[in-house]
């Protein structure tokens, strides 16, 4: 079993930056595509951003696309998703996934997530 842990989030104004950081242990960290959803009150969740095994190819929902990086470090088994030009509507929880069965744009792709890391966008 796989388990990740987010950190990072946290409050911050509109137009600011936060980096949140996805730690993973159970498995081999290296083998396993990464992403990080996101659920805002009231709205499904969504797809935020994702990266392949190799770190070699990445993903973005429209809404985050030229303003969000992912990226990966596998000698500490963590992923990043550096956030900028950050507006209100970013505001959610914030979920780091792993191990995706196929796709990456769902959610009932990836077999483990984090417990979530609140992100708050002021305007």
């Known amino acids: 079993q796989v388990h990740v842990v987010e950190s990072g989030g946290g409050l911050v104004q509109a137009g600011g930056s936060l980096r949140l950081s996805c730690a993973a242990a159970?498995?081999?960290?290296?083998?396993?595509?990464m992403g990080w959803f996101r659920q805002a009150p009231g709205k499904e969740r969504e797809f935020v951003s994702a990266?392949?095994?190799?770190?070699?190819?990445?993903y973005y929902a429209d809404s985050v696309k030229g303003r969000f990086t992912i990226s990966r470090d596998r000698d500490k088994n963590t992923a990043y998703l550096q956030m900028n030009s950050l507006k209100p509507e970013d505001t959610a929880i914030y979920y780091c996934?792993?191990?995706?069965?196929?796709?990456?744009?769902?959610?009932?792709?990836?077999?483990?997530w984090g417990q979530g890391t609140q992100v708050t966008v002021s305007s």
């Open positions: 996934v792993m191990d995706s069965s196929g796709t990456y744009f769902v959610p009932e792709a990836w077999r483990s």
């Open positions: 159970g498995r081999t960290f290296s083998s396993y595509a």
């Open positions: 990266i392949s095994w190799r770190g070699d190819s990445t």
